[in-house]
């Protein structure tokens, strides 16, 4: 069953909600900053064009699955929450018709200005349209389950037990009921069908409606709905009411329907009918038999008639309901059968060229198409993958269809106004990346905080080539800098040269920092050694020795080689490292999301990296889309950027910077 | 020759225009006297109509209770809220009981103390990557009268990173407040800018006091100050383009070692700490973030 559904807008405020077991906020806010701020769409997550939930990929946090949509002009997010472990068909059919319903209620209220309260009473609105939706999909099921019935000749074997056995199975029951009432002649049918079928009926019928009794809300109404569609009985009762309304159209039906419901409504819950069966005359089990019959056929003929006579405001709400849903069916069809007739076309393809100079033009997909491709191609030149290019330019799209351009403002600006904020959000990182502070915490915490003084240890990863030891070089240049004490580890063991190298450059740290007081070592352990336990002698040796920064410089190593990435989750095992930053050249192209994807992936479950390093941003000039494509994989932030051949040649990112270079056109 | 062929039809023209004899003169006057005063009325209300109201914006890191804080002072009760991902202006007015500074002086009987004075309270995204629109919001101020900074108190002891998170947060505040002062001349327009503290949550068991909420970000923003002093450049600057030198980026009294917020007052900006709690077991406590307000107002 459905744990909450709730309507709220961009700004964070929930306008209406529904709770059938309390679930922590939390969940929808971990949907909002995962979905909607930071852009961890799904892998295979195509285009969702923000018409239907269905189209929205699930999101699943913590055992609930949340099914969600949006209605952009309005800034309205509809989310409804259940639990994973559950299938609820008609959770999309729910998510997008109380949408519809609502906007089409509220919508007015909803564009007032500088105010947040809805008045709204859509309590029974989403009750009645949550009992439809439940009722339809069960007589789907029942449906499908009475075909499979009909197909299928019932065995013998249990139509005979049927008989038998007081409280035969709901499903056996049906079977037989089917069976017999396909007999052409009504009359036969109930000499025939008395014996078998006046005994299980009730108390089919009393068990049901002790299920039912709890989820409903007790009145009979309610337990109906419940009831109906649960009862797999009720498979046969519908043939059976098949057959009532072929057979008997002439019988004079309408007078006595009412006594006969209202009566039958009555039996069901009373323990009296096990006995009236048993003792049954022929002319009582003639009335018996005959109820459940006429019984569900004023449920499948009348149904809101029925609950409409008994409550007429829900039949008011129904209408309006069903007619909010016509309408916007309705709207959906014309928008899709529109644009015919040549002249009326032509009007429009005028106009449209009119607004596109002019501004005020509702931008649909096909205004969009071929600027969206000039902009993918764009960043395509700018050297992003073109992975990453067309989940931006999807972004972008999605964003705009649906939106009116400005004054005087033609598409193609308002995309580049658009791809602008979507690269920024892109980049811009989640919390603060201080490293400074974040290594001043953990080696000198507090007093008050329980931490105890230890190294901040931080590793470099990378494939071959990409210039890990000389990064991890500058970032030492920076540490030493600001007066840290740090410890370089040779953890490559394995390629020719690669001790030594860092070997030099700790003599020219040594020499270039020792004036203003930086401290800085070499551990190896030679070539040959396992890479992780080198790594975890080295931070002991760092905490005994009272170094506040340790480094340590990794193999470079393919990320396909499944061999050479499996050994990384050991050594984030055994370094324990605070930050683990993978550096990836601006000069990689499509590769660079494989890249990104494979190293954040390979630290095991609970692990990731906490960051890039771009090198050779100097080579690239204005061509700095892995930058774009790196984070866009893995939403893991760009931690520095390496710009030159020096020690110094080390920079934070300027999302700003970034963001101009990959606009810039030249 | 066509000049004056020019000018001798106009003047039939006009003759004929103001000659009593034709009509369209009497039409023009008529229309004349219509509209003149319906113009003149539109352009002198609509002028007086469009005084914005003042302002006050809500900052904060993400979970402090902005927005919850936004619609209590909107509605008077508490409403459910999530994160949020999108500004939002919202009209609220004094509740009875407090007046606006601006009306200190009308008597107490005078009948427009009845109508309580009505702003606006910007709400701004607290999420990392949504925070220029607060920025913005600052930059860009529309008679803004105060920035209400809410932090969460259950999270403001040391060593915790929430602290650290919301000093940045408020580090980054503070020293666009003081650019504008030092800078930008279209920025200037906001002469004296105040900023509530409000350390949000004091219902928790956790949370500190107002006065060491205080104390704590002090001592936290006097790390960010050195850590961003000493941090490395931006990727941009010093790269060969547009050098712009934006060295000035100490926050507060230059060469002091400690973090004051009265150190801002130089800047023309006062900063104040006040506890409250927007939910809570004994109802929302905001009693002082309201004086605060109506002595903005």
Redesign the interface.
């Known amino acids: 069953m459905l744990d909450s559904f709730?309507i709220?807008?961009?700004?964070?405020?929930?306008l209406w909600?529904k709770s059938y077991t309390p679930i922590s906020?939390s969940i929808?806010?971990s949907l909002?900053?995962n979905v909607?701020?930071?852009e961890r769409t799904l892998p295979g997550a195509g285009i969702a064009d923000d018409i239907s939930a269905a189209n929205n990929p699930p999101y699943k946090h913590d055992q609930h699955t949340l099914k969600w949509t949006t209605v952009k002009e309005l800034?309205l997010i509809f989310v409804a929450v259940y639990r994973s472990l559950l299938h609820l068909s008609w959770i999309d059919k729910l998510v997008d018709n109380i949408k519809t319903i609502f906007v089409d209620l509220y919508g007015d209220q909803l564009k007032k200005?500088?105010?947040?309260?809805v008045e709204c009473h859509f309590d029974e609105y989403f009750d009645r349209q949550i009992q439809q939706l439940e009722k339809t999909a069960l007589n789907q099921d029942t449906r499908v389950a009475e075909s499979s019935a009909l197909l299928e000749e019932a065995p013998p074997s249990l139509v005979e037990d049927s008989g038998d056995e007081p409280p035969p199975l709901p499903g056996i029951l049906s079977r037989g009921q089917s069976k017999n009432y396909r007999d052409p002649t009504s009359n036969e049918s109930t000499l025939i069908a008395t014996p078998d079928n006046s005994r299980p009926t009730t108390p089919a019928g009393h068990l049901l409606t002790g299920k039912g009794g709890p989820g409903g809300k007790g009145s009979r109404r309610a337990r109906k709905a419940a009831n109906s569609p649960l009862a797999h009985a009720s498979s046969g009762d519908e043939s059976n009411s098949k057959r009532t309304r072929a057979g008997k159209a002439a019988a004079p039906k309408k007078g006595r329907k009412w006594d006969a419901d209202g009566l039958a409504d009555e039996d069901s819950d009373t323990p009296l009918d096990y006995s009236a069966p048993a003792n049954g005359a022929t002319s009582g089990d003639d009335e018996a038999k005959e109820r459940p019959g006429t019984v569900e056929k004023v449920d499948q003929a009348s149904w809101g008639s029925r609950t409409g006579k008994g409550q007429f405001v829900l039949k008011d709400l129904d209408d309006q309901v069903n007619s909010i849903l016509a309408t916007a069916d309705a709207k959906k069809a014309d928008s899709t059968a529109a644009s015919s007739g040549i002249v009326g076309s032509g009007i429009n393809a005028i106009g449209g060229f009119f607004r596109n100079v002019v501004g005020g033009k509702t931008l649909t997909k096909e205004d969009l198409d071929k600027a969206m491709k000039g902009m993918e191609d764009h960043l395509l030149r700018k050297n992003v993958a073109r992975e990453a290019a067309v989940r931006l330019c999807e972004g972008v799209e999605r964003e705009l269809i649906g939106t009116k351009t400005g004054n005087f403002e033609s598409v193609q600006k308002r995309i580049q106004i658009a791809m602008e904020s979507s690269l920024?959000?892109i980049l811009?990182?989640?919390?603060?990346l201080?490293?400074?502070?974040e290594i001043?915490?953990v080696t000198s915490?507090?007093a008050?905080?329980l931490?105890k003084k230890r190294p901040y240890v931080i590793s470099v990863v990378g494939v071959n080539g990409v210039g890990k030891s000389t990064n991890l070089s500058k970032i030492c240049f920076?540490l030493l800098?600001?007066k840290y004490k740090v410890l370089i580890v040779a953890c490559d063991t394995f390629r020719s040269g690669a001790v030594e190298q860092l070997a030099v450059h700790v003599r020219n740290l040594k020499e270039l920092t020792s004036r203003e007081g930086g401290e800085v070592e070499l551990y190896q352990k030679g070539y040959g050694k396992d890479a992780a336990n080198v790594a975890k002698d080295a931070v002991n040796f760092a905490a005994q020795e009272g170094y506040d920064v340790v480094l340590i410089d990794t193999a470079g190593r393919r990320h396909n080689d499944q061999r050479l990435m499996s050994s990384l989750e050991k050594f984030a095992k055994f370094a324990q490292p605070d930050k683990i930053l993978m550096v990836g050249e601006a000069l990689v192209g499509t590769d660079s999301v494989a890249q990104a994807r494979n190293f954040n992936t390979a630290f095991g479950s609970g692990r990731s990296l906490d960051g890039f390093i771009i090198s050779k941003?100097?080579t690239v000039g204005d061509m700095v889309g892995t930058l774009v494509s790196m984070v866009h994989a893995t939403n893991v932030p760009v931690l520095?950027?390496g710009?030159g051949q020096h020690y110094s040649d080390?920079?934070?990112?300027?999302v700003?910077?970034?963001v101009?270079k990959l606009l810039s056109s030249n | 020759m066509e000049n004056q062929t020019v000018a001798s039809s106009v003047q039939d023209w006009v003759q004929a225009v103001i000659s009593p004899s034709s009509p369209l003169g009497l039409i023009l006057a008529v229309l004349l006297v219509l509209t003149i005063p319906i113009a003149l009325h539109r352009s002198v209300f609509k002028a007086s109509g469009l005084t914005v109201l003042p302002s006050i914006l809500l900052l904060g890191p993400?979970g402090s209770g902005k927005?919850a804080l936004?619609?209590l002072f909107?509605?008077g009760t508490n409403?459910?809220?999530?994160?949020?991902?999108?500004?939002?202006?919202?009209?609220c007015s004094l509740p009875v009981g407090t007046t606006a500074a601006s009306d200190k002086y009308r008597s107490t009987y005078d009948p427009t103390n009845q109508t309580h004075k009505k702003f606006?309270l910007i709400?701004t995204?607290g999420?990392?990557?949504?925070r220029?629109h607060a920025l913005q919001n600052i930059t860009n101020p529309k008679n803004l009268k105060g920035i209400i900074f809410l932090v969460d108190a259950a999270t403001m002891?040391?060593?915790n990173g929430g602290l650290?998170?919301t000093a940045?947060y408020l580090h980054d505040v503070l020293l666009v407040l003081q650019k504008r002062m030092t800078g930008g001349k279209a920025m200037k327009a906001l002469k004296e800018v105040s900023v509530l503290i409000a350390a949000n949550k004091m219902d928790l068991f956790t949370a500190l006091p107002a006065a060491l909420v205080k104390k704590s970000l002090e001592s936290e923003i006097t790390?960010?100050r050195a850590?961003?002093s000493?941090?490395?450049?931006?990727?941009?600057?010093g790269?060969g383009e547009d050098v712009d030198d934006d060295k000035d980026d100490w926050l507060g009294e230059t060469g002091s070692s400690e973090f004051k917020f009265s150190q801002m007052e130089e800047f023309d900006i006062t900063v104040e700490v006040a506890g409250g709690n927007v939910t809570g077991g004994d109802g929302p406590g905001v009693d002082k973030w309201w004086k605060w307000v109506s002595e903005r107002l």
């Open positions: 709730e709220l807008t961009t700004s964070g405020v929930v909600s906020p929808i806010d909002i900053t909607f701020i930071e800034g200005p500088h105010t947040t309260i920024r959000k811009t990182p989640t919390s603060s201080d490293l400074l502070r001043d915490a915490p507090s008050t905080s931490q920076f800098q600001n941003c100097d520095f950027v710009v080390l920079r934070n990112l300027s700003k910077w970034a101009e | 993400s927005t936004l619609t909107e509605r409403a459910a809220t999530h994160t949020s991902q999108s500004p939002i202006a919202v009209e606006l709400d995204p999420h990392g990557k949504l220029h002891s040391a060593g650290r998170q940045d790390k960010v850590s961003r000493k941090g490395l450049l931006d990727s941009g600057i790269m």
